[in-house]
């Protein structure tokens, strides 16, 4: 599967919650449930886990209904934050995933299954700041 970026950065097709990824793998609802209360500090039924990606055309079915980013970004025309003249404003920072930060948060090393299935998709800082440094390049 393409790499799909979000409007704040996070990976589509790395997210256990992506429709493609439930529909190949159930458990995942059950899985994600468990891994982003343990890391994030919320839980989420596993049968309303599904998302169709902020990128979708429409009313796709989304995780986070209120994201503040996703209407902020299309408000603008944009694609996502790293085109955006206010990068990075306190909608995007309230969305920022880092690995260091969630380690120290709960105080131990994360193991590689938890690190690729509930922090890789959403550390969005280093993928929008080199989106952003790439196309500045290009420009």
């Known amino acids: 599967m393409e790499p799909i970026i979000t409007r704040c950065g996070y990976r589509c097709d790395l997210c256990l919650a992506y429709r493609p990824n ?27 886990i599904l998302c169709d990606g902020c990128m979708a055309p429409g009313t796709p079915k989304l995780i986070d209904q209120s994201c503040p ?6 408000e ?9 003249m206010q990068y990075t404003c306190k909608k995007l920072t309230e969305r920022i995933v880092a690995y260091e930060e969630i380690r120290q948060r709960v ?3 994360i ?14 800082r280093e993928r929008l700041d080199a989106i952003r440094t790439s196309e500045h390049e290009n420009s």
């Open 22 to 48: 439930v529909e190949k793998n159930p458990a995942n609802q059950q899985k994600l449930s468990d891994g982003w209360h343990k890391y994030f500090g919320f839980r989420i039924p596993p049968e309303q």
């Open 76 to 84: 603008q025309g944009l694609d996502h934050c790293a085109q955006c």
């Open 107 to 109: 105080g131990e090393e």
């Open 111 to 124: 193991p590689e299954d938890d690190y690729l299935s509930f922090i890789r998709p959403y550390e969005n």
């Open 69 to 74: 980013v996703r209407s902020c970004v299309i």
